[in-house]
């Protein structure tokens, strides 16, 4: 008599050992990491494995749990987008309590920090200890207007801010359980933070008693594995595999045959029953092979051909892992309907085009529609990560953002005054502003930049600072704008690496061309403002093949050689004051547009140049001289754009002698 043919494994199954396998393999090791490092301290808190400082060598702790000593020897753990105080380190418990800096002084602050550090836990994979979270979060939300709804409770701690005075009237700030579904939110509210709070639910709490809490910190803990566990990962791996097959078949016979399916009873199916099972899974699973292959193929071309149609995979992905967000997700429909069907145009570019729209609340908001996309997302991506968690007077703000399968677009604050290169530009209905102004704007911008490159946890390289990406509220302060180029990168990073030129011909920076230059950082956008300012001080193009005079077509060339040998610029009727403001414009700007990287100021310093008194401010020596030769084929100098998504062939300027530069 033949042997019955043995049963086959499901293929989930291999997969759940292969799983446990890994899962079980790493432990040991990581528990040794710190076992030459000593624990430190930082005011009352104890430092020792999980945790490390960031004064401390890697192998000392995990990356997830690095922590800082500040100035004021206070505990400090840092998320993405918040600072939290550390109150407490139980190594006993393995507990960690912590507390929000505005919520640890007596005063009107807000908490504004929202806890996202467990995303780095899951990037992690092997780490050896999994995280227990002892709080909910609820949502901060700052609404232009009063909202009557029992769901939404005041989080004003005090009826005046620290100066003394009133808080402004259109300022309203409330809490939300983070249960709260999109559709319940006020269009007239935005969302500032996703505070940690020790309670489930916060809606039959009044204010003081949530401030209570508040200040009395959170909790998490981190829980390693048992020591048995770790003694005999195979033993480990073995059990559970076991317990996999086992609920399977169990939870199979009971829907095949409505058995008895009872988790903690001892009764179960006969042997015989459940090898019946996986014969019948398995020759289920032979039989579909053929049209399953089938399938198989069709899917990958299918995904093979959305991913290159649209970029909604990637971005949904990129969605998933963002848990604090504050950026309000809409449907196209909405979006249909903000903006009127797309009647009212603002202006288009290589990204899109922009359309005017309008809250249900009456806010005037301005909608980025995308294009194509660059590079499966890449640029919407680059642009929500960025700009959608930072707040700054001179950023723009993103209100909201829409993914609809190969729809793709961006809710901004509206700006009346548009963008500065209308401002600087235009032939016809030309806005002409002060020199006082123009100086303001200039500071504006270089304050957003400077605030982009050291006011955030990650330093934020924009790579396109322009005058078509800065753009203008009713009361022309400057927003810096268009974050599709942006990087990110650790603010220990002094030098980044980018594998190619990126940005507008005519702003881009040497470095990103010339790689013996020096390495790529910051410096870029410190170049790429330089030029900007000098187009605010001609208040025309750098180039212009127009003018008059020969030696007049490089502003930047001709208002340096000016200056350096004492000559003076016809501004028109203007006072001493503003040909102060102009001088000092023309310095910086020279110090920026420095060929080498090391010769530009950081941002900070340039903010300092401003409030500088202008007989202090020297003027560099010939801050466009390139360190070598390149050889031109006449003496015209060529202006053409570049699009640096496609890598077309482009001219660039970057001496006074006329040198030009193709990109290939």
């Known amino acids: 008599m033949p042997k019955p043919p043995k049963p086959k494994l499901p293929m989930h199954a291999l ?7 890994l ?45 800082h000593c500040d ?50 836990i899951n990037m992690h994979r092997n780490l050896p200890y999994s995280l227990n979270f002892m709080f909910t979060s609820m949502y901060l939300v700052n609404c232009s207007k009063p909202v009557n709804s029992s769901s939404y409770i005041d989080a004003s701690r005090c009826s005046v801010n620290s100066s003394g005075s009133n808080p402004p009237p259109d300022l309203y700030v409330y809490f939300l359980d983070e249960r709260t579904h999109p559709r319940d939110f006020d269009e007239s509210c935005k969302i500032e933070a996703l505070v940690p709070i020790m309670v489930q639910d916060i809606n039959d709490l009044l204010t003081p008693d949530i401030y209570n809490l508040l200040k009395q910190g959170f909790e998490f803990s981190w829980i390693f594995p048992s020591k048995s566990l770790q003694a005999t990962p195979f033993r480990a791996m073995v059990r559970n595999l076991k317990y996999a097959l086992q609920s399977y078949a169990d939870s199979f016979i009971y829907y095949l045959f409505k058995g008895p399916h009872i988790a903690n009873n001892s009764y179960y199916p006969p042997n015989s029953t459940y090898i019946l099972c996986l014969l019948i899974t398995g020759g289920f699973i032979i039989s579909r092979t053929l049209p399953g292959l089938v399938c198989l193929i069709v899917l990958v071309i299918y995904k093979w051909r959305r991913r290159h149609l649209s970029a909604d995979d990637a971005i949904e992905e990129f969605l998933k892992r963002q848990k604090d967000l504050m950026p309000i997700r809409y449907s196209y429909s909405e979006i249909e309907r903000m903006s009127n069907g797309f009647k009212d145009k603002l202006g288009e570019g290589g990204y899109g085009s922009v359309f005017k729209g309008k809250l249900r609340s009456g806010y005037f908001v301005a909608i980025k529609l995308l294009g194509k996309s660059n590079g499966n997302g890449q640029d919407f991506i680059n642009e929500v990560a960025t700009i959608g968690r930072i707040h700054h007077v001179n950023v723009a703000k993103l209100i909201g953002f829409c993914v609809e399968g190969s729809k793709q677009a961006l809710v901004y604050d509206f700006m009346s005054n548009g963008s500065l290169d209308r401002i600087l530009f235009a032939k016809e209905n030309k806005i002409d502003l002060s020199w006082t102004k123009m100086f303001d704007i200039a500071l504006g911008v270089a304050r957003g930049i400077e605030y982009l490159h050291r006011g955030c946890d990650m330093q934020i390289l924009h790579f396109d600072i322009k005058p078509h990406n800065i753009l203008l509220d009713e009361n022309f302060t400057p927003k810096v704008a268009d974050f599709g180029l942006a990087k990110l990168f650790s603010r220990d990073d002094s030098i980044v690496n980018i594998t190619a030129a990126r940005g507008t011909i005519g702003y881009i920076a040497p470095e990103l061309i010339y790689k013996n230059l020096g390495g790529i950082s910051y410096k870029a956008d410190v170049y790429s403002f330089g030029m900007l300012l000098m187009e605010i001080i001609g208040r025309r193009k750098n180039m212009n093949t127009s003018v008059e005079h020969e030696s007049q077509k490089y502003f930047p060339s001709w208002i340096y050689d000016r200056y350096y040998h004492g000559e003076d610029v016809d501004l028109g009727d203007v006072v001493d004051d503003e040909k102060i403001m102009v001088k000092k414009m023309v310095i910086i700007a020279s110090w920026c547009v420095q060929v080498k990287p090391n010769d530009r100021p950081s941002m900070s310093k340039v903010l300092e140049m401003f409030e500088t008194n202008v007989e202090l401010l020297q003027m560099p020596r010939q801050p466009f001289q390139l360190p070598f030769e390149v050889p031109t084929a006449n003496n015209s100098i060529k202006d053409r754009s570049y699009d640096s998504s496609t890598g077309e062939t482009s001219t660039l300027l970057y001496s006074s002698n006329e040198i030009s530069i193709d990109i290939l």
């Open 15 to 21: 997969v759940a050992a292969i799983v446990v396998l």
């Open 23 to 67: 899962q079980f393999s790493q432990p040991c090791f990581a528990r040794t990491r710190n076992k030459h490092c000593t624990p430190t301290v930082c005011g009352n808190v104890t430092i020792s494995y999980p945790f490390r400082l960031t004064s401390q060598p890697p192998h000392c702790g995990d990356s997830p749990f690095e922590l």
């Open 71 to 120: 100035s004021s020897n206070r505990t400090v753990l840092a998320s993405y987008n918040g600072r939290f105080y550390v109150q407490n380190i139980s190594y006993e418990r393995n507990t960690v309590r912590a507390i929000d800096p505005n919520l640890a002084v007596d005063d009107c602050s807000l908490p504004r920090g929202s806890l996202s550090f467990w995303d780095n």
